[in-house]
């Protein structure tokens, strides 16, 4: 996850099973961010969130990372035919 906009913090967001990185101005709208993309992955509706803190510089670099290899594997993949 990339924070492009300087107002706002990419916070780590978590359930018990599940995390995500939200950019969000603070913990409420993080909150209200991170529950909506925890149920795109399909956490229960709402979300037993039971975390929410700035994430970091580690946790941002993994994202970026595993959302890379995501990236070239769909390429790879598409690729084959």
Do not use: C, Q
Request: glycine share 4%; no cysteine; proline share 5%.
């Amino acid at each position: 996850m990339k924070n492009d906009t300087p107002a706002t913090t990419t916070y780590y967001v978590a359930t018990l099973a599940r995390y995500v990185l939200v950019d969000a101005a603070d913990e409420r709208e993080a909150r209200s961010k991170g529950e909506a993309a925890l149920r795109e992955l399909g956490a229960a509706a709402p979300a037993d969130i039971r975390t929410i803190r700035p994430a970091t510089p580690d946790e941002i670099e993994f994202a970026a990372w595993h959302a890379d290899a995501l990236a070239r594997e769909a390429a790879r993949t598409r690729d084959r035919g």
